[in-house]
């Protein structure tokens, strides 16, 4: 019994996974792969700041994507992304956005609003612990992509400042 296939067919493997996981816009896709008794790939592709892959030995549960939906639309949202846009800032972390410093207040920033590098821009909440997310440069708002009271994923588009 051979303990391993060819590590060209799990490089082609984890490639198309990488490309599945773009093209239907998904952020993470973990899938096992058994060669034989005592014998197999697990694979977890994530999008974040880079691409991250993982291979061991233990059991891992298996989520797929379908494959059917990829073609067109991501060709035509790829021009339009906000993540790719030059003055984008991503999101730092896993929370809850909050766009003012309590209910009620005015929020920090809104479209058209001039900020300085160091400026607060919004809020995130994760394990009960307020983080004051700054401006990573000067410039105006142009565009707030996340709601008050939304979640939001690490690496997700926050807003556009230009």
Known sequence: MTKKTSHDSDVSFI?????LLRDN???ELQVKRDYGE???LNVRVSRQTQTIVQAASAPVAMAAAPAAAAAAPAAAEASNDPAAHPGVVPSPMVGTIYMAAEPGAAAFVSVGTTVAEGDTIL???AMKTMNHIPAPKAGTIKRILVEDGGAVEYGAPLVIIE
Request: hydrophobic residues 45%.
């Open 38 to 40: 005592n014998d197999s």
């Open 25 to 27: 816009d998904l952020t």
């Open 15 to 19: 490639a198309s996974l990488a490309e």
């Open 123 to 125: 809020i995130i909440e």
